[in-house]
């Protein structure tokens, strides 16, 4: 699986400023259908999120689209995630503390045009990463995850914080939505 460099480098920094020295998740943790992972780091006035899931979770299927139903479901996933504030928000930082997205990065290589087919034994899974710039960092408490409204089959949600006063790590599970933030 393949994070952006700088959703990676924020949370290894977010983690070092924290005083923490174990890695954010286990390198190599399974594939899991209705599971996903979220890793948030709050450093200065940025929040970053970092989600992985199995495509599965957000489709129903882990590979290439086959049919025009499903290669416009593929590009509706793609268009929503990379503009996760539209309709039901899919993060919603504090209001108060004044976060606007910055940067998003989403990417699926099995759902873009013209794509191969995973290997067999493969689960396709889809990296997004998300950086919000905060005008108020100090207000920021807690995060709204609106991930289970809009994908049905996410039954869990595996959430490490890492900020300037520690780490943390909570799962969410239905009908649960909210995430505290280590501040």
């Not at 699986?1 to 949370?11: D, E, L, W, Y």
């Not at 504090?94 to 013209?114: F, K, N, W, Y």
Request: proline fraction near 7%; include cysteine; aromatic fraction near 4%.
């Amino acid at each position: 699986m393949h994070r952006p460099a700088f959703t990676r480098s924020m949370v290894a920094l977010a983690i070092a400023c924290s005083g923490g020295a174990s890695a954010v998740w286990a390198a190599g943790k399974a594939h899991e259908h209705g599971a996903l992972r979220l890793d948030v780091a709050i450093e200065g006035n940025k929040l970053t999120i970092a989600m992985e899931a199995p495509l599965d979770n957000l489709l129903g299927f882990e590979r290439a689209p086959r049919t025009d139903a499903e290669r416009k479901a593929a590009a509706d996933l793609l268009a929503r995630l990379r503009s996760p504030g539209t309709g039901v928000p899919l993060f919603a930082p504090d209001a108060a503390a004044q976060c606007t997205l910055s940067r998003s990065d989403v990417q699926a290589p099995v759902l873009e045009p013209g794509a191969g087919p995973a290997a067999k034994d493969e689960h396709a899974d889809l990296d997004a990463s998300y950086e919000f710039s905060c005008a108020k960092p100090d207000e920021l408490r807690t995060l709204d995850v609106g991930l289970f409204e809009a994908y049905k089959r996410t039954q869990r949600i595996d959430v490490q914080v890492a900020g300037p006063k520690g780490q943390a790590r909570v799962t969410l599970k239905r009908p649960a939505r909210t995430v505290r933030l280590a501040r």
